[in-house]
């Protein structure tokens, strides 16, 4: 089991920029990978990016490269998403997922995580 804690969420202006966490806990020595999404009001879930959890080798979405960046702290278990020059279609709860299971977790499908977060808001104020 790996237990996902997301925060750092909260309302911003356009323009602004947000530091998310992912606190992850429990067997995440089985982790290929962690992975970002988010979710706006009457859509689907996004990914946004990922991150290998022993290679640190990242992917992103095409929608936020460059103003999106993912990094993590393997002796924290901690996995961060850094949002800049944020838009209001930005608004969403964006959420940290884990891939102990398939290591597919570059693909970015929802299918590829077996572990969630409850999700943390992002509100982008015009």
């Known amino acids: 089991q790996v237990q996902l804690v997301e925060s750092g969420g909260g309302l911003v202006q356009a323009g602004g920029s947000l530091r998310l966490s992912c606190a992850a806990s429990g067997r995440t020595r089985s982790t290929y990978g962690m992975g970002w999404f988010r979710q706006a009001p009457g859509k689907a879930r996004e990914f946004i990016g990922g991150i290998g959890w022993s290679t640190g080798t990242t992917y992103y979405a095409d929608s936020v490269k460059g103003r999106f960046t993912i990094s993590r702290d393997n002796a924290k278990n901690m996995v961060y998403l850094q949002v800049n020059s944020l838009k209001p279609e930005d608004t969403a709860v964006y959420y940290c997922?884990?891939?102990?299971?398939?290591?597919?977790?570059?693909?970015?499908?929802?299918?590829?995580?077996?572990?969630w977060g409850q999700g943390t808001q992002v509100t982008v104020s015009s």
């Open positions: 997922a884990a891939d102990s299971q398939r290591g597919t977790w570059h693909l970015g499908r929802l299918t590829d995580f077996n572990y």
